[in-house]
């Protein structure tokens, strides 16, 4: 059953701590992402990696790191020195590799809800 | 930078009543994906419009993409419960996918 599985669902943290969120994908995807989607804000993005080895920031990278070290994993830090790291975080796929893969449809994993107080 | 708008933010629809929520860029954009999020859920992929002034159905959705290639829009011909959700435009531009806010959509049965 292929698909992008995120763990956990749920996760609380201490503030001032770090805390990692795992995306793994079986799509033999070449590019994955990672966004922030806060009410009434829509979807912005954090990082994106079109090979592996390769990513680069988005439009709020701020506060957090990524690493691709196999095509199936693109796991993201959230560190201390985010300022706000309340959110829901999706990691999405997609196929492709032309610009960035982004001419192809992508494909979401279920989504981590972090709380940090 | 590029941005994409949605509007309306909100949509509160009567079963049966028709809808259309749009989608505007500020920069003319290569494609537009539109995907739908039910409540508590992920965003799914609904489509992909690549050229000027294309339009294309998905039984009771219609989705069109402008003559300019700025803006786009989906109408939702007698809407039904299983509609609820927030509806995203993704605009591309010259490197990346742009999201719009989403129109989030209630109906009253």
């Known amino acids: 059953d292929g698909g992008i599985t995120q763990s956990p669902k749920y996760l609380f943290r201490k503030e001032g701590q770090n805390v990692t969120l795992s995306c793994e994908q079986n799509?033999?995807?070449?590019?994955m992402y990672w966004y922030r989607q806060d009410p009434g804000q829509g979807l912005r993005l954090i990082y994106y990696?079109?090979?592996?080895?390769?990513?680069q920031k988005g439009d709020i990278a701020e506060g957090y790191s990524v690493s691709r070290e196999k095509k199936e994993s693109f796991p993201l830090t959230v560190t201390s020195a985010q300022k706000n790291p309340t959110a829901f975080y999706l990691c999405a796929s997609s196929i492709g590799r032309s610009a960035g893969g982004l001419k192809y449809e992508q494909y979401f994993g279920p989504g981590t809800r972090l709380t940090v107080t | 930078g590029q941005q994409v708008m949605q509007i309306p933010q909100y949509q509160h629809v009567q079963e049966g009543e028709d809808f259309t929520t749009y989608c505007n860029s500020s920069t003319t954009l290569s494609n537009i994906q539109w995907y739908k999020q039910r409540p508590g859920g992920h965003p799914v992929f609904l489509i992909q419009?690549?050229?000027?002034?294309e339009v294309k159905k998905q039984k009771r959705l219609t989705f069109q993409f402008g003559e300019a290639k700025k803006n786009s829009s989906l109408h939702i011909t007698a809407t039904q419960t299983t509609d609820v959700g927030t509806y995203f435009c993704?605009?591309?531009?010259?490197?990346?996918?742009?999201f719009g806010a989403g129109t989030t959509v209630t109906v009253r049965a």
């Open positions: 993704a605009g591309r531009g010259d490197y990346k996918l742009s």
């Open positions: 990696s079109q090979i592996v080895n390769d990513f």
């Open positions: 799509l033999n995807h070449d590019a």
């Open positions: 419009l690549v050229k000027s002034g």
